[in-house]
């Protein structure tokens, strides 16, 4: 069974930086690959970028040069980078194991112009 929490959503300029956090309780998070997702509203939840548990991340188009996706293993933690935010970047955001079709309750991110 999985748990997971995220937080640091808010409400950002154009332009600006946001880091989102996602606490994970889970055995063996170490070896699970992990993701962030959103999903604007009205839309369809996809996928920002992922991790594998040793670390090699992997991103969707819109997020690669903006966003970096990292872990620390130890502390359960997945973390989302997110700078130069855009209006489109505006939408709830989500982590979970890739496998796992358990989600939070998700983070808000509002970027305003």
């Known amino acids: 069974q999985v748990q997971l929490v995220e937080s640091g959503g808010g409400f950002v300029q154009v332009g600006g930086f946001l880091r989102l956090s996602c606490h994970v309780t889970?055995?063996?998070?170490?070896?699970?690959?992990m993701g962030w997702f959103r999903q604007a509203s009205g839309g369809q939840r996809e996928l920002v970028a992922s991790?594998?548990?040793?670390?090699?991340?992997n991103y969707a188009n819109f997020a690669r040069d903006r966003f970096i996706i990292s872990r620390d293993n130890a502390l359960q933690k997945v973390y989302l980078d997110m700078k130069g935010l855009k209006v489109e970047d505006t939408a709830v955001y989500y982590c979970?194991?890739?496998?796992?079709?358990?989600w939070g309750q998700g983070t808000q991110v509002i970027v305003s112009s």
């Open positions: 991790i594998t548990g040793s670390g090699w991340p």
């Open positions: 979970k194991p890739i496998w796992s079709g358990t």
């Open positions: 889970l055995q063996e998070f170490a070896s699970e690959a």
